[in-house]
């Protein structure tokens, strides 16, 4: 048994707490992994919030994370003790029809478990003062030292820097995979994203590579629109500034509406809108965004039967364990960005100051 800092959720709403944890060694098929950098995305603040109808407290959030692995389990052969890693919130297995299908990512081998927040056998690898303490997404970055079943890991070049591609187990993959796998963005095409955080960049940035020749930023943060087009976009506007719904306008500024678009916010309104923004006959629209639990989307079925698609994407479409070692290299090759997403590097124990940046738009 390992002892180490975690930041501990003991509760829905309240800050995070850095405690001493135990963390057990691996079982069958699982790896123990020494997290060198974490990183914090909406998805962790919406399970401490309290609305996620999954979250089970106390719990050792966090799914963006990057480490050396310390032990592994029996019979775990894809990595061995000191591989460079991140580990995986959607794993894949290669077994289930779901990973036997070149059509989906979503692996559903130990969906069940990672949703209670336990291991595959239904039981913790950690306990803090005594206590049986929940994983998070089959991740549970927020600790020096983490357990994950072995499909949940993916074995990434040992040069590349921790603290950057760490960003590679969520959002930037999020992002790109959108453009590039989900909606087949094409050459020449026009795009709009809604929301330019850290996905809504990474969208840009797909887009950009995909060779698309118009990208229309969208968020009401103008602070937020210097950096949008360092990534590509061509332009930004915000909502606020015409008294039209923000589709008309779209459709206004590109004689008909946008070949493709993209909601990175979560919120259901924004993504009638961006649906409503495409091209009639062929405009392809993408939710990104995870909207809170028991909302609906609408729009008129006008709208589909005139020939748009409204699709939606998890982890960028990306197979786990075979892409993320190819994006870490496309990012050592500097065909993407990685660098350009970190605003801020803090110290673990300042955790809930990166939480209050992360909300304050910086």
């Not at 993209?262 to 939710?287: D, P, Q």
């Amino acid at each position: 048994v390992i002892k180490c800092k975690a930041a501990v959720a003991w509760g829905a709403g309240k800050p995070l707490s850095i405690e001493e944890v135990e963390v057990a060694p691996p079982k069958a098929h699982e790896v123990r992994i020494k997290i060198v950098a974490t990183a914090v995305c909406h998805t962790d603040a919406y399970t401490l919030s309290g609305a996620d109808p999954e979250g089970c407290f106390p719990v050792i959030l966090g799914h963006e994370g990057a480490g050396i692995v310390e032990s592994v389990g029996e019979g775990v052969t894809k990595v061995k003790k000191g591989d460079t890693v991140i580990p995986l919130y959607i794993p894949q297995c290669g077994e289930c029809k779901f990973c036997k299908n070149p059509k989906t990512n979503l692996c559903q081998k130990i969906r069940i478990t990672q949703g209670k927040g336990v291991m595959p056998d239904g039981t913790s690898r950690f306990t803090c003062k005594g206590k049986q303490i929940y994983h998070f997404m089959g991740t549970s970055t927020f600790s020096e030292y983490t357990v994950v079943a072995d499909i949940s890991v993916a074995k990434i070049d040992a040069a590349a820097p921790l603290d950057k591609v760490c960003l590679l187990g969520c959002g930037i993959s999020t992002g790109y995979g959108a453009a590039v796998n989900t909606a087949k963005v094409e050459p020449g095409s026009t795009c709009a994203v809604f929301g330019l955080g850290g996905v809504g960049l990474a969208v840009i940035m797909g887009c950009k590579i995909a060779g698309a020749s118009r990208i229309i930023g969208i968020d009401i943060n103008k602070d937020k629109y210097a950096k949008a087009k360092e990534f590509g976009a061509t332009e930004c506007i915000s909502p606020e500034d015409s008294k039209k719904p923000i589709q008309e306008v779209l459709v206004e500024m590109t004689d008909g509406g946008v070949d493709y678009s993209f909601e990175c916010i979560g919120n259901v309104g924004v993504m009638r809108a961006a649906l409503e923004a495409c091209h009639k006959g062929w405009g392809i629209s993408v939710i990104v965004g995870v909207a809170a639990a028991g909302q609906e989307i609408s729009t008129r079925p006008f709208q589909l039967v005139t020939g748009r698609t409204w699709k939606g994407t998890a982890f960028g479409g990306w197979k786990s364990v075979e892409n993320v070692p190819k994006l870490v290299t496309e990012y050592m090759s500097k065909k993407i960005k990685v660098d350009e997403f970190v605003t801020h590097t803090l110290p673990f124990d300042k955790i809930n100051e990166a939480f209050e940046l992360m909300h304050s738009g910086k």
